[in-house]
């Protein structure tokens, strides 16, 4: 199993940008899919959840400007992510449940610019 996570680059706060999380290995379909975020020196918290039949959650600081999806038949979750803050500088993981396991991904690093 694998994730491979990117799409992150440096934008100026305000701008936008779209995550992408590729999961190989055959357990995307049976996953519920997350998005944690690791600020500079800090731990890494949870953004935005989408369960296995596309019900969403999203943390507070995401609520409003980030939308996180999945695409089953391309094995691969997104997160898009408007209106970016200084706050949310940092790396961004995907990471996978399913009955059994948890897996994670590499991460991908975003930062903005003030």
């Known amino acids: 199993v694998q994730l491979q996570a990117s799409g992150g680059g440096l934008v100026q706060a305000g701008g936008s940008l779209r995550l992408s999380c590729v999961v190989s290995g055959g357990i995307f379909s049976r996953s519920d899919m997350n998005w944690y975020h690791q600020a500079p020196g800090k731990g890494r918290h949870l953004v935005a959840t989408?369960?296995?039949?596309?019900?969403?959650v999203y943390q507070d600081s995401a609520k409003g400007r980030f939308t996180i999806s999945r695409d089953n038949t391309k094995n691969t979750m997104y997160l898009q992510m408007n209106n970016l803050e200084p706050a949310d500088t940092g790396v961004y993981y995907c990471?996978?449940?399913?009955?059994?396991?948890?897996?994670w991904g590499q991460g991908t690093q975003v930062t903005v610019s003030s």
């Open positions: 990471h996978a449940g399913d009955r059994w396991n948890d897996y």
């Open positions: 989408i369960t296995t039949v596309g019900e969403t």
